[in-house]
């Protein structure tokens, strides 16, 4: 299989290519993304991508100077370059530095397809014999995982088809007794924010590198297998119980620990299985270590590891975070609407948090989830607004302290900002709404029709709502939104005019023209000039 990295400043761009590429029939995984050149040049020594399909214009490194920067580094890894123009210099850098094809915008699935199999005949070619050989160490790699998250997930789950994949990946531990350790990391968040520019996979790759290189040293003859669980938020290390007993694994992780802490700021707070004597009952075995996991400590700043012998009956705990009573006070304030009493009960929530020191990572997600459910019921379209409170996965990536005090936080923030907004007009609101949305769509070609019909509103009652909030008319303010962008490209880039008039909207470059002159009283070429001789332009 091989592995693919998509480069584009746009998130929906991106999104969409790896999208037509998963609907391919054909032996390629996208294993990463990247926003510009120079995060991808950092995802590469640790993602290792045998195909990049790249965008040219991006900030901070543009496409001519990536593709150099891959010319010069990686002259190995094939490169796919997609484009909304058909630019002489784009073209010839793609041919300069060795492109295996160029594709313009709009994308169509065969034109991607064809691209892709002509860089991976490329790829294939370029690969000397001992690069074919850890090429396939990495596909092996690459497959064992996925056949791994398959069975811990139950999307296999006969036996017959278990052990057989499992041979024909030569997993030889498949046929004995295991135990399971799953680990996740503490200011995880924070660290893929402030050191990998917020890129969580990113940060994954680093510390799956980490615990193979600890693994590497431990000098037996069968060594244990690290995997991602499938929401990439944990690792799994998958132990055979000889040699690998609970004190052998507390050692290993305790200098895994000491390593990522050194290098990345972070602390491992993992869950370790009893042990299991059927490779079909990895499932379990992955649900009791997730388990103890959440046995440790939401405070702990340090190395945790529960297993099943400190844990004998594991009785719950005779407190509640978030009680009945409270519970039923918030839905109280929530209903009627009341920021500042919302806010109030929420911080006393957070306090009453840090005086719990025993408070577990379980009890701390039970509280938060039983908040978003009772917030989601009550407050249905604030789900709509802030998606990412109410989502389940970020929810159980939350297993440290300041993870929980910021959720509050945001959340607190989020209940008083939406209390506020209900405190407008629905006419008032509505129109702020389409107003943002203009502001991020100005440059597609939208009409009063598709706005109304987008928003539910009759077009005519838009049109003078629309004036009497914004006071333009619809027309006058996507114009003006679409000049001023134009004014900031022809003073701040190289832009061709007529590229300018692509970017902002207009097919035709002579109405973009009038239109410019008639919004500044100045031809597009007069603006430009008349601003050259203050700034020198950058390249892009």
Not at 200 to 207: E, F, G, T, V
Not at 462 to 489: G, P
Not at 495 to 524: A, C, D, M, W
């Amino acid at each position: 299989m091989y592995k693919v990295m998509v480069v584009d400043d746009e998130s929906l761009g991106r999104k969409s290519v790896c999208k037509m590429i998963s609907e391919l029939a054909l032996d390629v995984e996208v294993i990463a993304e990247a926003r510009h050149g120079e995060e991808a040049l950092e995802l590469i020594r640790i993602s290792k991508p045998h195909i990049i399909v790249t965008d040219m214009n991006m900030p901070v490194m543009n496409g001519q100077q990536f593709l150099e920067a891959l010319y010069t580094n990686y002259a190995e890894i094939k490169v796919i370059v997609i484009s909304g123009y058909s630019q002489f210099e784009y073209m010839k850098a793609a041919v300069t530095y060795q492109a295996c094809e160029y594709v313009l915008k709009p994308i169509s699935l065969l034109d991607l397809k064809s691209a892709l199999v002509k860089a991976m005949e490329a790829s294939h070619n370029h690969l000397t014999l001992q690069q074919q050989k850890k090429f396939t160490q990495d596909m092996w790699q690459l497959r064992r995982e996925v056949f791994f998250q398959h069975v811990t997930s139950r999307r296999i789950t006969n036996v017959i088809d278990i052990q057989t994949q499992a041979e024909e990946l030569a997993i030889s531990s498949a046929r004995g007794s295991f135990r399971l350790a799953v680990c996740m990391f503490r200011n995880f968040h924070d660290i893929s924010i402030k050191k990998f520019h917020g890129n969580a996979d990113l940060l994954m790759y680093s510390i799956e590198n980490i615990l193979a290189e600890v693994l590497s040293f431990d000098g037996q003859d069968v060594a244990p297998l690290i995997y991602k669980s499938d929401d990439r938020m944990s690792l799994c290390l998958y132990a055979p119980e000889f040699p690998y007993n609970e004190t052998h694994i507390r050692h290993l992780l305790t200098s895994f620990h000491n390593v990522i802490k050194q290098m990345l700021q972070l602390d491992v707070v993992a869950g370790l299985s009893r042990v299991y004597t059927k490779f079909e009952q990895l499932p379990e075995a992955y649900d009791m270590a997730n388990d103890h996991l959440r046995n440790n400590a939401l405070h702990a700043t340090h190395f945790s590891l529960n297993a099943p012998e400190q844990l004998p009956g594991a009785a719950p705990a005779a407190w509640e975070l978030l009680t009945v009573f409270e519970l039923k006070t918030l839905q109280q304030a929530f209903a009627a609407g009341n920021g500042g009493e919302s806010r109030e009960l929420l911080r006393n929530l957070l306090h009453k948090a840090d005086k719990m020191s025993g408070l577990t990572i379980r009890e701390g997600q039970r509280a938060l989830k039983k908040l978003t459910e009772m917030a989601a019921a009550e407050m249905s379209d604030m789900v709509i607004v802030y998606p990412q409170l109410f989502d389940a996965r970020s929810l159980a990536g939350i297993v440290d302290h300041s993870q929980f005090s910021l959720f509050i936080e945001q959340f607190s923030e989020a209940t008083e900002e939406y209390h506020a907004s209900k405190g407008t007009t629905p006419s008032v609101h509505s129109m702020h709404e389409i107003a943002a949305y203009l502001d991020a769509h100005y440059f597609e070609d939208i009409s009063l029709i598709d706005i109304a019909t987008r928003f539910h509103l009759d077009p005519s009652y838009l049109s003078k709502q629309f004036k009497s909030v914004t006071s333009e008319n619809f027309i006058e303010y996507v114009t003006r939104k679409r000049m001023e962008k134009s004014c900031e490209l022809l003073h701040m880039s190289e832009y061709k005019i007529s590229e300018i008039s692509e970017l902002v909207g207009y097919e035709n470059q002579r109405y973009f023209s009038q239109v410019f002159k008639k919004f500044t009283g100045q031809t597009p070429s007069e603006y430009r000039e008349k601003y050259a001789a203050k700034t020198k332009l950058p390249k892009f």
